[in-house]
């Protein structure tokens, strides 16, 4: 008999040789049905694989990342058949699942794939899942698996299965294709309803660019029709939301290669609303005790060796700059510059807490072919704080670093899930630390997300190196999700850096570190609040939150008069007095997302009124110069969100 | 007959043979006895020596440069002359006049120059002095000036000779002393009436670190002993305000070996002013229709070698980074960032002026035995901005431009005077741009500032390589002049980075530029605060506003409702609740120098209100709460100076 324990910490007993699809229906015919494949300690196994010893053991629907992951592989091995049912000559590399579907890189010899070929092969998957194709695992020699791709002359399965040791070799077979492959994979291929070819890409052999250039080619495929159609809705929605495009259409930023790949330039639209994010924060921190320091954006080379981040992250770095008998670096953090801070006084248990924020700088090198819009950058400002507390002060500041995050992500409306990153027990050799040091941490992390009542969930093996954290992953209004800031706690750079303080009993301490950024990277954050808002910023953060446009220049001068009004009130207003068309000067407000729109004509200026156009929401009727005034100023004050904005989640 | 044209204008006609000091007791007796040389179309002579030619003249006297300069260069011949009379066997090198005074590095073999031997030495120049020798100036060939160093045995002097060209050399003598010397000096020793020697420093041979470490000396004279003791009133008073002290006394920032030399740390008392000054100039700027950016602190080496400061100032500048197949560099200035931006869409005249500003960081190589405080850094922050306007806006934008200059000095109660750095017409070739340009420009400046009403002088060779400019000069509280501020006219850049805007005329036109930097640097700009104020900022800019102390705990929750309230005006507020004296407490905040200490007893809780000491000024009396509160926000609102405040211009 095995044990084996179910997600809800319930044992139960199974004979020998029981796989994991009996499981399932031992539990429900429904859920054997939905079945992909189990996760077994950690390890995710083939449904007819049978389950070798007692375990925690979770069956794995569409509804979970382990249960699409299955799919999904499943998947690039269909395509893999369809490909080699039209191009016999095709040679495969690897077709893993992705966050969004899978590909697979083939190389197709001197063949250029076209889109037509594509849909071809899309129809051909179609054909095949609907066969029902089993697919069967099966352990292989390392000689016998050589041959097989020897036979085939298939070189990268070659290359790859002489990277493998001899015994750990397993082959999956469905229809007509076989692959080399540790699995696992879908019992068979019913499951499958739905398939869509996205796209093509060159990638190198291995990612090596002096290795040849290989097709890949991206799909992703779903249990259900209307998934698909909802997934291409959802994708055309982002591509609708592109910070890149409409951070360009808004004037938010640019990028230009004389200035620098992945160096974004904040225009002025962009800083308004950086400057405007950064007061946010900067009230909250004050308010919360926290002290600002501002450090220069390169360091000496000794911080990084001092923290260990150089050498071993040298590949992430710019290279370093000598300048007289030293070596400086592009700061990639700002933590050892803080440490400096930390340490140039001495300190008692008396002055502790001590916070030190600041929206740093730092500079990482990213590879050219990495670099996307403003989510993936070389230059980038981190809302960035360190606390430098006791070990009895801990779970207090670790309550106000995320009682902080959840403010910010409940600004914007951005639902929250809490990620407890914990280290791996089974692989401890990757952490610094003592066994004692990451025990209490873990625990104390837990104790907090009880505490806050957090909608959390644990992530064995997420941890830094450093110390366990606080990982969030929110949810944008089309539904996806971005890990965003991070509080996190440190023990080992306190002891690498010699920080102390003096207790109350008059002997020396570490102080433990909290590392933290609730935006993360102001950056990134921009280009998350883009596509949140897909352009439609809440007014408190609209660049420009009011045009007053004028029928005729007649009233211009009563516009040019509102606008003084508004402005000493702190509201952003432009005018447009120009001699067009009202009809135009409304088009351009709603292309440029101006929130508000107030048009002057002679009932207006007879009235001291305004009739108004709220973006997206068109007309809203008059309202007199001072009751607007005042409808903006809560509007702004209680940070509301545009009327326009939808929750898709 | 000569004709001389005096500083005011006037011409003069002299006989052939006149004398610099024949033409002072020309125009008066006292003029003549004050009389230290003159300035002969900008060379310095000898007041007996024979002005040659027609030309513009200067009679130097001790409120001059000039004539400061002549009086300490003479100064530095006695130093060596009383030298020699101690030390025969010492060895010269070279004794110029620097700012304040004159040094001589000399050689003195094996012999430590101890603090007796300068006393011995200071006395010795007093007697010398009062032997009213005078200076004997001889032209020499270079074999008769190398036969004489060589028989004197001076190797340092025979290495400059060798340099010099035949023809050109001549010597200076008075009483036993001898020097090789371009002049000029004073007619002889009498109106040198106090010397002070100030200190001893190693010097190397031509600063070159390889040669032989000499003996520099430091010393300065006066025409009346009472400006000695004014002037050494004035450095004890400069050295209390030195801001390196006072701003690790204050915590303001720090340097630290690990971060890197001349790469500030701002502590969070000093952020605090940093980010007021800011808000203080983005408010004024918004006003004025500047739009903020934000750019990388790092920028391609196309961009430094399309402004052509790559490679010509790479002395300059830290070394470039290779990323991939590019290279980049620390960003020196901003410009080039801004011209992107500026070019990043098709501009129209109705779109001008544009007026791009910028917080921004820059970075520039200064040999570590250059780096001071704040005023002498490898990193720093100008207040930056650059206006792209029409010939036709110029005049207009740089009126605008120096008016926040002029209400920048005027806040910190700054006199000013303005410079209009022109070019020199003598050496063109060291000029970019055409002389139709630099005419056009240098009469525009002119016209400004004479319609301004500005207190100017003409600084001739003084302007940018790219255009002519406005520098200020301001005097702080203790009379020391600091160049802040610039505001530059270039209309080379616009050409470089092919600026260009569509002209009503439907044809395209380039921008000129105008740069500008109110504060500067705001590294720099603090320093000098810091010494301008000793310290003792005017409440707005204060880190701490007010401390509260209470009398003892007892009066902690009154104090503590009372520091809630004045959080809530926005004012910054600490408390001092230890169980300590008040005495102690008082000490304390005065030695932080905290504006206002507001004392809480008995008497002040029952009738809510405060006992008021103002830092350096004693007791205040008693105030209500309110009434504190009111005073305090006017006082910022005004931001009036601190009552202990003294201008001694």
New interface residues.
């Given amino acids: 008999m095995i044990t084996l324990t179910l997600p809800d910490g319930s044992k139960r007993e199974f004979e020998n040789g029981t796989t994991g699809l009996q499981v399932a229906e031992s539990i429900s015919s429904g859920l054997a049905r939905n079945a992909l494949s189990i996760t077994w300690n950690k390890q995710i196994f083939d449904l007819n694989r049978v389950i070798p010893a007692d375990g925690n053991i979770t069956i794995n629907t569409w509804d979970s990342e382990d249960g699409k992951y299955t799919f999904w592989h499943s998947s690039a091995h269909i395509l893999a058949e369809a490909v080699q049912s039209f191009f016999p000559d095709a040679k495969f590399a690897i077709g893993p699942p992705i966050e969004n579907g899978f590909y697979y890189d083939i190389d197709f010899g001197d063949h250029k794939v076209s889109a037509e070929d594509l849909e071809k092969i899309e129809n051909k998957m179609m054909d095949l899942v609907k066969q029902k194709l089993t697919f069967t695992r099966k352990e292989v020699s390392k000689a016998d698996a050589l041959s097989y791709f020897t036979e085939k002359g298939d070189p990268y399965k070659l290359e790859l299965i002489d990277g493998l040791e001899d015994g750990q070799i397993t082959f999956y077979t469905q229809g007509d294709f076989t692959d080399l492959c540790r699995g696992p994979h879908l019992p068979d291929t019913s499951q499958i309803k739905a398939v869509k070819l996205m796209s093509l890409a060159g990638a190198y052999w291995r990612g090596d660019e002096n290795n040849k250039q290989l097709t890949r080619i991206y799909g992703i495929t779903f249990p259900k029709k209307s998934l698909l159609d909802e997934y291409l809705v959802r994708l055309e929605e982002a591509k609708k939301r592109d910070h890149k495009k409409l951070g360009k259409q808004l004037q938010l930023f640019?990028f230009?290669?004389?200035?620098?790949?992945g160096?974004?330039?904040?225009?002025?639209k962009?800083?308004?609303i950086?400057?405007i994010l950064e007061a946010f924060l900067r009230d909250e921190l004050l308010k919360r005790g926290y002290?600002?320091?501002?450090?220069?954006?390169?360091?000496?080379l000794?911080?990084y060796k001092?923290s260990g981040h150089y050498p071993y992250y040298s590949d992430s770095q710019?290279?370093p700059?000598?300048?007289?008998d030293?070596q400086?670096m592009?700061k990639p953090m700002n933590c050892?510059?803080h440490h400096?801070?930390y340490s140039?006084e001495p300190r008692s248990y008396r002055d502790l807490p001590i916070r030190?924020a600041e929206f740093g700088?730092v500079?990482r090198?990213e590879?050219?072919g990495e670099l996307n819009g403003l989510s993936r950058v070389?230059?980038f400002t981190q809302d960035d704080a360190h606390i430098y507390c006791t070990e009895d002060q801990l779970a207090q500041e670790l309550d106000n670093a995320i009682d902080l995050t959840q403010l910010v992500f409940k600004t914007f409306d951005m639902p929250v899930k809490t990620r407890l990153s914990f280290r791996d027990p089974e692989n401890t050799a990757k952490y610094a630390g003592t066994d004692e040091m990451w025990n209490h941490a873990e625990s104390v992390i837990h104790k907090v997300a009880d505490d806050m009542g957090l909608d959390y969930f644990i992530g064995i093996g997420e941890a830094a190196f450093y110390g366990p954290k606080f990982d969030f992953i929110v949810q944008d209004a089309i539904g996806r999700k971005w890990q965003l800031g991070t509080v996190q706690v440190d023990y080992v750079m306190p002891e690498r850096f010699g920080l102390q303080y003096v207790g109350s009993d008059n002997s020396k301490h570490r102080p433990v570190i909290i590392h933290r950024a609730p935006f993360g990277s102001m950056e990134r954050f921009l280009s998350i609040l883009i596509e949140h808002f897909a352009g439609d910023f809440p007014l408190w953060l609209s660049p420009v939150q009011v045009r007053l446009l004028s029928i005729s220049e007649t009233y211009n001068a009563f516009t040019d008069e509102v606008a003084k009004k508004l402005r000493a009130k702190g509201l952003r207003v432009e005018t447009d007095t120009r001699n067009e068309q009202i009809g135009g000067k409304i088009r351009e407000a709603e292309t440029e997302k101006i929130p508000y729109m107030a048009i002057i004509g002679e009932k207006e200026a007879e009235s001291n009124s305004l009739a108004i156009r709220r973006h997206k929401m068109g007309n809203q009727g008059s309202i007199e110069v001072d009751a607007f005034i005042a409808k903006l100023v809560e509007e702004v004050e209680t940070k509301a969100m545009p009327p326009s904005f939808q929750k898709n989640a």
Avoid at 321 to 324: F, G
Wanted: charged letters at 15%; aromatic letters at 10%; proline letters at 9%.
């Fill in positions: 640019m230009n290669p004389m200035v620098g790949r160096l974004p330039v904040w225009l002025p962009g800083t308004t950086r400057r002290q600002e320091v501002i450090t220069p954006h390169i360091g000496n000794e911080l001092t710019f290279a700059i000598t300048v007289e030293e400086y592009l050892p510059h400096q801070v140039s030190l700088s500079y090198y590879q050219s070389r230059g």
